[in-house]
């Protein structure tokens, strides 16, 4: 009868990532959120539902999952939701370098640092600038780092026109 296409099965499937993320089965809620977003590209809960399905994947250690889910958010997203876009590459980046792959790290956060500067909130500036100065740092790239570094304290200089 084709029910798997109507709404309520379509948001369904949402639900269930949600309901396996409450009770922290967390590679079963990735599954669900990372089907809804395949099947229902254009619904507003899709590109949240990829993000969500990226930290989980992060956070279980199946990276070459979530950067597969991160390349997908890109094409999908990465022009009608640069906030979000900004946030996964932000992730994936700071995922990178935690885990010592400086380099990987760089190249993420040096690629996507126009965009974060232009579409995150400012705490999110603030900590990819820091971890792109860090990852310069590690690769022995002491002006780049140094150049990342004066921007956070810069940043800080007057700290009302933030709000």
């Given at each position: 009868?084709?029910?798997?296409?109507?709404?309520?099965?379509?948001?369904?499937?949402?639900?269930?990532?949600?309901?396996y993320?409450?009770?922290?089965?967390?590679?079963?809620?990735?599954?669900?959120?990372?089907?809804?977003?395949?099947?229902?590209?254009?619904?507003?809960?899709a590109?949240?539902?990829?993000?969500?399905?990226?930290?989980?994947?992060?956070?279980?250690?199946?990276?070459?999952?979530?950067?597969?889910?991160?390349?997908?958010?890109?094409?999908?997203?990465?022009?009608?939701?640069?906030?979000?876009?900004?946030?996964?590459?932000?992730?994936i980046?700071?995922?990178?370098?935690?885990?010592?792959?400086?380099?990987?790290a760089?190249?993420?956060?040096?690629d996507?640092?126009?965009?974060?500067?232009?579409?995150?909130?400012?705490?999110?500036?603030?900590?990819?600038?820091?971890?792109?100065?860090?990852?310069?740092?590690?690769?022995?790239?002491?002006?780049?780092?140094l150049?990342?570094?004066?921007?956070?304290?810069?940043?800080?200089?007057?700290?009302?026109?933030?709000?």
């Open positions: 009868y084709n029910l798997h296409r109507t709404d309520p099965a379509k948001k369904a499937v949402h639900e269930i990532g949600a309901n993320q409450a009770i922290a089965v967390y590679e079963d809620a990735a599954v669900y959120y990372e089907r809804f977003a395949a099947e229902n590209p254009t619904l507003p809960k590109p949240e539902a990829l993000q969500d399905a990226i930290v989980l994947r992060l956070g279980l250690g199946q990276e070459k999952q979530a950067m597969a889910d991160a390349e997908q958010f890109t094409k999908s997203y990465g022009t009608t939701q640069p906030a979000l876009a900004a946030r996964v590459s932000f992730a980046g700071s995922h990178l370098l935690e885990k010592g792959d400086h380099a990987a760089r190249k993420r956060l040096a996507a640092i126009s965009s974060i500067d232009r579409h995150a909130t400012i705490d999110v500036q603030i900590q990819a600038h820091a971890l792109l100065g860090r990852a310069y740092d590690k690769l022995g790239m002491r002006t780049q780092a150049a990342e570094h004066t921007k956070v304290r810069g940043a800080w200089a007057n700290p009302e026109a933030m709000t």
